[in-house]
């Protein structure tokens, strides 16, 4: 199986400044087919999961672009620009190359 | 608008089975895989399997293999997900996903 690790696990951030989470694999997330299968997620607290970024850098639809993804291979990162409150709760990085998808440990970012 | 409504939470004793639902609506069930994820308390996700809604192809995650069945009514858009021989330790919330749309959660408990 491949085995995300993120870092790190948790995060306090003042409203207004900047985060970054890192996630890598442990094997390549490069498909022949020229993508690349890592996403981002988010799960804010009592909710399901909610797609932030596909394919490396991909925003889903309705995700603010203070959230950015990047990276290539096994190292990526996702970045927010600048932390609201609303950013709170679990982020989770996650790989679809292969069977079984896997999960990243998640990254608790809170508010100062 | 792209949606996936699970069924209602269940309480059950060790060894018995339980099936979840998960009801499709606003695209077309059979183009998208429906992938299981579940979450025990206050711990991370962990995939359960996948299912081809159009062929009804499955792949299951090894440790649950023998215990697990994903099964769907394409007349209905419903995808199903039964757990069979519960343990303690299937006690959890139980998401059904597209990837990137993802269920309410099914809390599942295992209670004697």
């Known amino acids: 199986d491949i085995v995300m690790t993120q870092t790190p696990l948790s995060l306090s951030v003042t409203p207004g400044q900047p985060a970054s989470i890192s996630c890598k694999s442990s094997?390549?997330?490069?498909?022949?087919?020229?993508?690349?299968?890592v996403y981002w997620n988010l799960q804010k607290p009592g909710q399901s999961p909610q797609l932030l970024i596909y394919?490396?850098?991909n925003r889903f639809s309705g995700v603010p672009d203070r959230f950015s993804g990047s990276g290539s291979g096994t190292d990526f990162t996702l970045k927010i620009s600048r932390v609201e409150a609303e950013d709170v709760g679990v982020y989770y990085c996650?790989?679809?190359?292969?069977?079984?998808?896997?999960f990243g440990q998640g990254t608790k970012v809170e508010i100062k | 608008q792209v949606q996936l409504v699970q069924s209602g939470a269940e309480v059950k004793k060790p060894g018995a089975s339980v099936k979840v639902s998960c009801k499709a609506s606003?695209?077309?069930?059979?183009?998208?895989?429906i992938n299981w994820v579940r979450q025990a308390t206050g711990q991370g996700l962990e995939w359960m399997g996948w299912?081809?809604?159009?062929?009804?192809?499955?792949g299951y995650a090894q440790k649950l293999q023998g215990r697990v069945t994903m099964t769907r009514d394409t007349s209905i858009s419903t995808a199903y997900m039964e757990l069979s021989s519960l343990r303690f330790e299937d006690t959890a919330v139980y998401y059904c996903?597209?990837?990137?749309?993802w269920g309410q959660g099914t809390t599942i408990s295992v209670s004697s």
């Open positions: 996650m790989q679809s190359i292969q069977v079984p998808w896997t």
């Open positions: 094997q390549s997330l490069l498909h022949s087919d020229g993508k690349t299968y």
């Open positions: 394919e490396v850098s």
């Open positions: 606003g695209y077309t069930f059979t183009n998208y895989d």
């Open positions: 299912m081809n809604p159009n062929s009804g192809n499955t």
């Open positions: 996903t597209r990837g990137d749309v």
